[in-house]
C-alpha cells in the first residue's frame, strides 16, 4: 500500500484535497482492494463514533475530579519535603563535611608565610600515614 495515498485517505474525510490528490487517491482506490478495504473501515469507524453522540459532562465536573484527587492525596508539600530530606541527608551532611575540610584547608594555608613549607608538610604527613597503613597491614598479616 502506497503511504502518500494511505496519507490522503486518512485526511480526505476531514481537509478537502486538491486535484492532485484527489486524481493520486482515486487511482490508489481502483488500483487496490487494500486501499478499498481500508477505506471501507475507516468509513464504518467515522460512523460508529459518529452513532455514538456528543459525550458531556455533567455540571461542577472538574470541581468533583479536584476534591476527589485532594482528599486522596497525603499531606502534600509537606510530606514531599520530609521525603526529599531523608532520601538527600546523606549528601548534605557529605557535602558539609567536604566543605568543612576545604575550608580549613585553605585557612591554615593561607595562615603560614611558606606556602611551599605548608605543602611539603601535607605530603610528609601523607606519606607517614602511607607508611603507618603498611605497617599494620603486614603486622596484620603475620
Excluded at 31 to 48: G, K, P
Amino acid at each position: 500500500m502506497d503511504k502518500k495515498a494511505f496519507k490522503l485517505l486518512l485526511r480526505s474525510p476531514d481537509a478537502p484535497l486538491n486535484e492532485d490528490e484527489e486524481r493520486c487517491l482515486a487511482t490508489a482506490l481502483r488500483q487496490s482492494t487494500e486501499m478499498q478495504a481500508q477505506r471501507d473501515a475507516l468509513t464504518d469507524l467515522r460512523a460508529s463514533i459518529g452513532a455514538l453522540g456528543t459525550v458531556t459532562f455533567g455540571p461542577y465536573f472538574s470541581d468533583r475530579v479536584m476534591a476527589a484527587i485532594q482528599s486522596r492525596a497525603p499531606n502534600g508539600p509537606a510530606l514531599s519535603f520530609a521525603t526529599f530530606l531523608a532520601a538527600f541527608r546523606p549528601v548534605v551532611l557529605a557535602s558539609a563535611l567536604v566543605i568543612a575540610v576545604l575550608a580549613s584547608f585553605n585557612i591554615y594555608y593561607s595562615s603560614t608565610n611558606n606556602r611551599k613549607e605548608g605543602i611539603d608538610n601535607v605530603l610528609s604527613m601523607i606519606e607517614d600515614a602511607h607508611a603507618l597503613l603498611l605497617e599494620e597491614q603486614l603486622c596484620a598479616q603475620k
